[in-house]
């Protein structure tokens, strides 16, 4: 199941009126709010809201388990890991480039969000382990270590 959040307006259902999305769509002001839908899991790793303001460079996660995540545009595209990117081997390296405008999020069933960026690159599916393991807060910055493997 995906769902998809354009940064342009939200889907909209049979009655014209938005469709319920497991976390909302971006507001006039440009930032998601509330995660809902989600299975019982891992709180480390169970977002409850995602915030990615539009013009912003970085997004932000709050996890069930009451961490903020902050996820630098940069850090998000650098680590993209499709193969296009990332190519088939086992080891995840830093891409530099690419466009930092960050234009729709979208939800991939239960475990996953995938992103459209401004040169419509979209392929890279980012689990919510992955996104919890390139979290740059201020806790995590100085223990942050590269992904290593897929």
């Not at 049979?14 to 440009?30: E, M, N, V």
Request: aromatic share 8%.
């Amino acid at each position: 199941m995906q769902r998809k959040v354009s940064a342009a307006r939200p889907p909209i259902g049979r009655s014209g009126a938005p469709a319920p999305l497991p976390f909302a769509a971006p507001d006039r002001r440009g930032t998601a709010v509330a995660w809902k839908g989600m299975m019982a899991q891992d709180p480390k790793i169970t977002p409850t809201q995602v915030k990615a303001p539009h013009g912003a460079r970085v997004m932000e996660i709050h996890w069930a388990d009451g961490h903020r995540g902050v996820l630098p545009h940069e850090i998000l595209r650098g680590y993209c890991p499709c193969a296009n990117c990332q190519g088939h081997g086992g080891t995840i390296n830093f891409v530099p480039g690419g466009n930092l405008d960050l234009r729709e999020i979208e939800q991939v069933g239960n475990y996953a969000l995938q992103f459209t960026w401004g040169d419509r690159h979209d392929s890279g599916i980012y689990t919510f382990r992955y996104l919890r393991s390139l979290c740059q807060c201020d806790e995590c910055k100085p223990q942050f270590q590269p992904p290593h493997s897929k």
